[in-house]
């Protein structure tokens, strides 16, 4: 047994012994996920452009030069030629980044004088948009249960009417099979707890206010080792009921996200969610810091998720931070970026000291890392 990987909200907690047993049944799939413990993978994340495209589009609807946006030769063109504009007039319509993938977000905006409240579109639903002076702005989240593919933007304002279709990259998030001592496998098994949980903090993720609070660049909320995980999958097992092979076949999935799954379970199902953060490796007692300037929606404790802190940052952006040890907000205080909100613990579903940092965009998970690149 080499190192253990402190952090990860579910690292496995087992001894050698019983993971000596549960390789010994010869399911390869337990096999490998009990191997590979002490180094769990990161997902898989190619290197998302850092700039921004901004594409001039011309109203006659003409294939524009320089119309290719993503920033992987192997995804289709974006397609520039379906763009409405009025006539004789032009739209530039700024998107960013290059090659978004499946758990990022894009950014896009129009300038459109005016002070006219905005339209925006994602999918043929209603996307929540928003004035910022005279640019519109549209937050789109791209959360890891959706599928990747081709989709159309749409914003309108007065005077501007912009459609784009938005090629949005696959990625592999992983899976891991996380293997808990008993007291840890009891709070999984409080379904109506977690669901009840669960509703309040979807409630919370759902609110979006006009306002921007924040403003600049986005910080990272602890210094600590690399966050990683946001968007596997993590199917939880008993680490006592070693006498039973763990199948976990190619085709299983998880149902909901971590801290923001209603859902129950049902009689012999395996408690199973999607990472819906990044964990940070950091000692107990660590400060941590709001990402950026907000108000406090929650500070409270759940089964899950532990001491926990939601900051609604405007505009359909939240950020919160789990299994803290000490809260030290309180719901309604507006705190700066940077501000110490608590103190990194391992309350709720955490087998060691380690913040779970995530990042919501109406109401959507998406990846921390992938926002604060383009976050401003
Ligand atoms: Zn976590």
Known sequence: MTRMFPVALLAITLGCETTARNAAVGDTA???????????????????????????????????????????????????ADISTPAGDSTAVRIEPLGPQRG???????????????RCTWKSEPLPCYRNGDLIR????????????????????SGVA?????????????RQIVLLDSARYALVTRGKDIARDARAIRQVLRAESAEQLWQGAWLDPARGRKAE?????????????????????????????????????????????????????????????????????????YVLTGRTVILDHGQGVHTAYFHLDTITVHP????????????????????????????????RDVDPEAWQRIAR
């Open 229 to 301: 995980g946001y968007g596997t999958e993590r199917f939880y097992y008993r680490a006592s009921d070693s006498s039973r092979v763990m199948n976990l076949s190619p085709s299983a999935r998880t149902t909901g996200d971590f801290g923001a799954d209603t859902t129950t379970l049902g009689a012999g199902d395996a408690p199973s969610w999607r990472h819906a953060g990044v964990d940070i490796a950091l000692g107990r007692g660590t400060p941590v810091r709001a990402a950026a300037a907000g108000m406090v929606a929650v500070a409270s404790e």
């Open 162 to 174: 912009a459609r784009r279709t938005i090629v949005i990259g696959d990625r592999d998030f992983g």
């Open 104 to 118: 990022g977000v894009v950014l896009a905006s129009v300038a459109a004088p005016g002070t006219g409240a905005p």
């Open 138 to 157: 549209a937050i789109i989240p791209l959360p890891a249960d959706d599928p990747g593919g081709g989709f159309v933007l749409t914003l309108d304002a």
């Open 30 to 80: 337990v096999t490998r996920a009990a191997a590979t413990r002490d180094s769990i993978p990161a997902a898989t994340t190619p290197p998302e452009p850092a700039d921004s495209m901004s594409i001039r589009l011309s109203a006659g609807g003409d294939s524009v030069a320089g119309g290719t946006a993503t920033g992987d030769s192997t995804l289709p063109a974006l397609r520039t």
């Open 332 to 363: 309604g205080d507006v705190v700066r970026r940077g501000e110490r909100i608590g103190r990194v613990g391992s309350t709720g579903l955490a087998t060691g000291p380690h913040l779970h940092y995530g990042v919501y965009v109406h109401g």
